[in-house]
């Protein structure tokens, strides 16, 4: 990713010998934008029309997100870690998505069938178990923002060292995670059971915007646009990621204070604490050196993806637990990082 590799060099230049000084600063320039733009949108949602966050989130959906995977393939090179690399984010999203489908049945088996008497004790800290509440539960689990905030921070954690394995775990996760993975559940959950097959679900997949603009890009790495149509293309993150966060920030505003924090926190725990500490365990197995070990154990444990909350728009989902686990991870990883960075040495 020549963009992307410029970038970072740029950031890890400026990084001063002290790591720790390194990673706040990092943190300042990743979180500033969220929450600038978050509270704008938070601010704008009382002036708009109630079907705006929809309208903005399919948008998203289907230019948005599209526009930045296009700039973002273009510009990577898929010679290096093709291999090992995008074998272990699959390993991680398939063990994520486990995680996330048995805590799911105990969810609702204590809900439905069990209904112990100190259930009542701890309700209000469990989420909805309605059909839509379940596919965001899997997805808000299961797939992190390993585009922005990932990317952002592991220039300065790694200081001069391979930033490869990281770039390569987030084009996989968007390509197979997101919008793979993400795709099905959300158009599983996102129907009622009985309208739910096979043929549905194939449609959906075959139909993702942005898997058609992965291939577009790929195909096209080796034809060169003019001047134009470069600056085009990569200007997507000019709109892309504040339109991310404006939407975060309108559904953030509706939600009912701590309460509906509480209902996040088990799928925070499972997404910022469980899946990261397995993957930092099985790249210490695998023998990894200190920057893949890093790189792969942040990127696993990356905040809930704002594409959960898009894939909320634009199947029907529970859009509140979607941006509360956002919310919840994004204060949590301030707490997780400096945990990876001692056991990842």
């Known amino acids: 990713m020549r963009?992307?590799?410029?970038?970072?060099?740029?950031?890890?230049?400026?990084?001063?010998?002290?790591?720790?000084k390194g990673m706040i600063a990092s943190l300042v320039h990743a979180y500033t934008p969220l929450i600038f733009w978050t509270g704008v949108g938070a601010l704008l949602f009382r002036f708009l029309p109630l079907s705006f966050p929809r309208f903005l989130g399919r948008s998203l959906y289907w230019v948005g997100v599209p526009w930045q995977i296009f700039s973002l393939v273009r510009e990577t090179d898929f010679s290096t870690h093709v291999g090992i690399a995008p074998a272990v984010t699959i390993a991680t999203l398939g063990t994520?998505?486990?995680?996330?489908?048995?805590?799911?049945?105990?969810?609702?088996?204590?809900?439905?069938?069990?209904?112990?008497?100190?259930?009542?004790?701890?309700?209000?800290?469990?989420?909805p178990m309605d059909r839509a509440a379940q596919g965001t539960f899997v997805i808000a689990s299961t797939i992190g923002n390993t585009g922005f905030v990932g990317l952002g921070l592991i220039p300065a954690l790694i200081s001069t060292g391979d930033l490869s394995w990281a770039v390569f775990y987030s084009v996989t996760q968007n390509l197979i995670g997101t919008y793979g993975i993400g795709v099905l559940v959300a158009s599983h959950y996102g129907r009622a059971e009985a309208q739910s097959t096979i043929w549905t679900l194939l449609r959906d997949i075959l139909t993702v915007p942005t898997l058609w603009a992965f291939a577009a890009a790929y195909f096209t790495q080796s034809i060169a646009f003019p001047a134009w149509g470069e600056t085009i293309v990569h200007s997507s993150l000019v709109f892309v990621i504040p339109?991310?966060?404006?939407?975060?920030?309108?559904?953030?505003?509706?939600?009912?204070g701590i309460a509906s924090l509480k209902t996040a926190t088990i799928p925070v725990l499972l997404k910022a604490l469980i899946l990261p500490s397995l993957v930092a365990i099985a790249v210490a197995i695998l023998g990894l050196n200190y920057d893949a070990r890093l790189s792969l154990t942040i990127m696993a444990g990356v905040p809930s993806a704002f594409a959960s909350l898009i894939l909320a728009e634009e199947y029907n989902l529970d859009h509140d637990l979607a941006a509360s686990s956002i919310a919840l991870s994004t204060i949590a990883i301030l707490a997780t990082i400096p945990v990876w960075l001692l056991i990842s040495h």
């Not at 992307?4 to 010998?17: C, E, F, K, M």
């Not at 339109?243 to 009912?256: D, E, K, T, V, Y």
């Open 243 to 256: 339109a991310s966060f404006l939407l975060m920030g309108m559904r953030l505003i509706q939600l009912n």
């Open 96 to 127: 994520g998505l486990t995680l996330a489908w048995i805590t799911l049945q105990l969810l609702v088996w204590l809900r439905t069938e069990a209904k112990p008497a100190w259930l009542g004790a701890i309700e209000s800290w469990l989420p």
């Open 3 to 20: 963009y992307l590799r410029d970038r970072s060099v740029t950031i890890v230049q400026g990084v001063a010998p002290d790591g720790g």
